[in-house]
């Protein structure tokens, strides 16, 4: 356990609905960053907030896709109108100020989108 | 970010020790080397890094070619439990994102 959790750990959605993901990370971690994994392929970046402010996002993160982090605190990823290419793990991984980078990732939220 | 190149499989036998490559030929100088790995159904888990010097920790050595273009991940008495994709990720120091690159890794198996 890293102390980060997610939820939900599964959802299943029909194709053109919205869904929320929410993390809740390490408290005193102030670095936040969300990834998606498909079958058979490494994580990959999605976007990154250093306590409340959201610094960078990916090309991947289409405009369906949206994320907050209020107050610096834990973090919700909302997907509108899903599609079926939507369907993947998606990870929440935590990073504190130290002077190296050990992420703590969360267990993910499976979705998956018929 | 400098790429990383690492075998899609290896296999172990359990209580043996697991050398798992990584060529990372275009790193840079100040650039680190970060391993990770991912037991299946569960987020990723950070075991180790280093920059020129060979690292040991709880959970693995690092050794790290004099040239730096390649490095070595090793699990001195490999278990059931390391089955896993392991991970190898080069990224440089400082700046205000550590985002992770991820390859596809190595799937370490480990038979009994």
């Known amino acids: 356990d890293t102390g980060v959790s997610q939820n939900p750990r599964h959802k299943i959605t029909k194709r053109g609905q919205n869904v929320t993901f929410r993390c809740d990370p390490i408290?005193?971690?102030?670095?936040l960053y969300w990834y998606r994994q498909t079958l058979g392929q490494g994580p990959e970046f999605l976007t990154y907030?250093?306590?409340?402010?959201?610094?960078?996002k990916s090309r991947l993160l289409s405009d369906r896709f949206s994320a907050e982090r209020p107050k610096g605190s834990f973090s919700t990823l909302e997907i509108q109108r899903t599609e079926q290419g939507d369907s993947a793990m998606y990870l929440c991984?935590?990073?504190?100020?130290?002077?190296?980078?050990?992420?703590?990732f969360g267990p993910g939220t499976r979705l998956t989108v018929l | 970010d400098a790429k990383t190149t690492q075998p899609p499989s290896m296999d172990c036998a359990e209580g043996r020790a697991a050398n798992l490559p990584c060529n990372h030929s275009?790193?840079?100088?100040?650039?680190?080397v970060y391993w990770y790995r991912q037991i299946h159904s569960q987020g990723p888990q950070y075991i180790i890094h280093g920059l020129k010097n060979n690292e040991t920790n709880e959970m693995a050595s690092l050794i790290i070619t004099e040239d730096r273009k390649s490095s070595t991940l090793i699990l001195p008495h490999a278990t059931l439990r390391d089955t896993a994709v392991y991970y190898c990720?080069?990224?440089?120091?400082?700046?205000?994102?550590?985002?992770?690159?991820f390859g596809k890794g190595t799937l370490l198996t480990v038979n009994p």
């Open positions: 907030f250093q306590n409340e402010a959201q610094l960078e």
């Open positions: 408290s005193e971690h102030n670095r």
């Open positions: 990720i080069v990224i440089p120091p400082g700046g205000s994102n550590y985002k992770l690159t």
């Open positions: 991984a935590n990073e504190g100020l130290a002077a190296y980078n050990e992420q703590f």
């Open positions: 275009t790193i840079s100088g100040n650039e680190y």
